[in-house]
């Protein structure tokens, strides 16, 4: 007996019911994006590795452990399944000379992404995001416009417990002096690091201001922070920032260890978080990532932005009972039964001249007979029901059973079919005055 396949461990189907409420939710979102500018870019799942060793960091834990990664078998090259969207959407406004020859670009793009680790709740190996790339734009504005895009995301999911945490890793010379503090501070408790913590001390010691591990709470709570080594420009840019989110009602919270798991960001990182979804409670997150371009080969270009989790955002709207309304299965306008050779070749082409104007029909494929096929008609949800059969096909006439009420059916000739399901699913209707032969 054959062993019955299943999807790979982390990566899971999503069966009608549920993809019904991700579509839900993408049409929120692509409204939303529209509001404020954003364009679609769709750019390749697969890219080369380097691209995210440059973009993301060496020593982060995506390229170090998470990214599937192998060799092309045809021309050995380095390929790797896209562990985020930032990278490769800078890449391809680089390839394309996006910003040069258009100005500043607003991008969103959504669709899986794929890391290698541990599955569990709102954490998969392969998940969803929705992300948002301004690029081209250097002041304060567009970062507070990123966040204050977040605020109304959620007011529109009915989304109330979801809060913003803020910070800024300032400026690469800056962080470069902090780094030197940093790296002072924790030599002097080498010992009392985790294992992660002592191979990171040289190579990314900032990354250990965000371990999760309860031991080391106490050493990088009391550990130098970078906004002490702020210069002026840094500390306006970000005062700016937090300035016109007052102003627009936005309350956050100054989180000095939140520097996020990429290499790329500088000035302005942010994370929306709930306490709904225990561990995995970071729902968006981003900042700006000034650098990037240029450290893939392009021009120097200021840029920032943010990625979601679906997943996540599905969980927390699901749970908050705000999903419940999108769970609706499609209702077809009407349905089709027949019976018999000729009356199947008739309700095709009633089915699409239905279709051609404009109504969702459900054309019953399958056999059986007139009793069954009423039946499916009925719990279909249709509000009428074309009756086709031996009779009606030999007349070319096309018969209409209203579902939902108690008229009566009747018949219509082939070419006046789309007015009559019109007039019928409007609440019209007409006296039928020649009697017709009624379906059993």
Not at 245 to 265: E, K, Q, T
Request: proline share 4%; with cysteine.
């Amino acid at each position: 007996m054959r062993q019955t396949l299943q999807a790979v461990r982390g990566m899971n189907d999503i069966l009608p019911d549920e993809a019904e409420i991700w579509e839900n939710f993408e049409d929120i979102v692509r409204d939303w994006l529209r509001g404020y500018g954003y364009r679609p870019i769709r750019v390749p799942i697969l890219e080369p590795t380097p691209l995210f060793r440059r973009a993301i960091g060496e020593v982060t834990d995506i390229v170090e452990k998470e990214m599937y990664s192998f060799e092309d078998a045809l021309n050995g090259e380095n390929l790797t399944l896209r562990p985020e969207g930032t990278a490769g959407c800078a890449r391809a406004a680089i390839q394309h000379k996006l910003v040069n020859a258009g100005g500043p670009q607003r991008l969103c793009y959504q669709g899986p992404m794929f890391r290698h680790e541990r599955p569990q709740k709102g954490r998969y190996r392969q998940f969803h995001q929705i992300g948002v790339e301004a690029l081209g734009f250097a002041g304060p504005d567009i970062d507070a416009e990123l966040i204050i895009m977040g605020s109304r995301l959620w007011e529109r999911l009915g989304l109330a417990d979801v809060r913003l945490e803020l910070n800024t890793l300032g400026s690469a010379e800056e962080r470069a002096g902090h780094r030197a503090a940093l790296i002072a501070y924790l030599e002097e408790r080498r010992d009392e690091l985790d294992e992660d913590g002592q191979r990171r001390l040289h190579a990314n010691p900032l990354r250990i201001l965000d371990t999760k591990n309860p031991a080391m709470q106490d050493i990088v709570e009391a550990a130098p922070k970078l906004i002490d080594h702020l210069g002026d420009e840094s500390r306006a840019h970000f005062e700016a920032v937090r300035e016109m989110l007052r102003d627009a009602g936005i309350a956050c919270r100054i989180n000095h260890r939140l520097v996020r798991g990429l290499d790329y960001y500088n000035r302005t990182v942010f994370e929306w978080v709930t306490d709904r979804l225990g561990a995995q409670g970071t729902v968006c997150a981003g900042g700006r990532y000034d650098s990037l371009m240029e450290q893939l080969g392009g021009k120097a270009t200021p840029a920032a932005g943010f990625a979601m989790g679906v997943e996540r955002l599905l969980d927390l709207w699901r749970e908050g009972g705000e999903a419940e309304y999108a769970i609706a299965r499609p209702v077809p306008n009407v349905y089709v039964v027949h019976q018999g050779d000729a009356a199947r070749r008739l309700a095709f082409r009633a089915a699409e001249a239905l279709r051609d104007v404009g109504l969702d029909v459900l054309l019953h494929c399958g056999g059986g007979t007139f009793k069954s096929q009423m039946k499916k008609a009925d719990a279909s949800g249709a509000q009428i029901a074309l009756v086709i059969g031996d009779d009606e096909a030999a007349a070319l006439e096309i018969g209409i059973k209203p579902l939902r009420s108690g008229d009566a059916q009747w018949r219509v000739p082939f070419a006046e079919l789309a007015e009559a399901a019109l007039d019928a699913l409007h609440g019209g209707g007409e006296d039928h005055e020649q009697p017709h032969k009624q379906q059993e």
